[in-house]
């Protein structure tokens, strides 16, 4: 009897070789997954700058949702005919930080409002749809900003801070 094979024939020797190289490869892998992971940057720097998208298209009419980028909120309104209107005919005069509306919002995008949701007096997350002219309250000290978020009344020297962002589509916007 010979234990000779035909060539082309597997053997067993060949068998573990390739088996051999097949848990290897897998090992090598399963080594070099945490080291290429490790070059992503972390979820704080991420949140630290990156940029946020947010969809638009769940938010109706009226409403007002709260974002946070960079550990700050910020909120998106979709402002109303009557809201806008309110905003466009207010009297600017005497106001601690003029500006117009059409400078607050992006041009053919007028309907959204972006703006940072921290007073500007000290810090505090003013509350929307309230104060007297329906826009941001600040209950802490009594900051009044209307649906432009301009200060009308109180403490806080400036608006409300209006962040870079830019439209990708009409229903998405990206902030940062």
């Known amino acids: 009897m010979t234990t000779a094979s035909l060539a082309g024939e597997p053997t067993r020797r060949n068998f573990l070789y390739l088996t051999t190289g097949v848990v290897g490869a897998a090992g090598v892998a399963a080594l070099a997954w945490p080291f290429i992971s490790q070059l992503n940057p972390d979820a704080a720097t991420i ?3 990156a ?7 769940p938010i109706v009419e009226g ?6 980028w960079r550990g ?3 909120f998106i309104s979709h402002r109303t005919k009557q809201q806008i209107d309110e905003a466009r005919a207010a009297d600017n005069s005497g106001l601690p930080d003029v500006e117009k509306d059409a400078d607050r919002v992006k041009a053919g995008h007028e309907q959204w409002l972006v703006v940072k949701g921290v007073c500007t007096h000290l810090g505090c997350i003013p509350i ?5 002219y329906k826009g941001f309250f600040c209950p802490c000290h009594g900051s009044v900003y ?7 009344q109180g403490p806080a020297p400036k608006n409300l801070e209006i962040p870079p962002y830019a439209f990708l589509s009409d229903t998405r916007i990206q902030i940062g």
């Open 128 to 132: 929307a749809h309230e104060g007297h």
């Open 63 to 68: 409403q007002e949702i709260k974002v946070f």
């Open 72 to 74: 700050q909120p910020y």
């Open 146 to 152: 209307d649906t432009s978020g301009r200060i009308r």
């Open 51 to 57: 940029p946020i998208e947010v969809d638009l298209a």
């Open 47 to 49: 949140a630290a700058g």
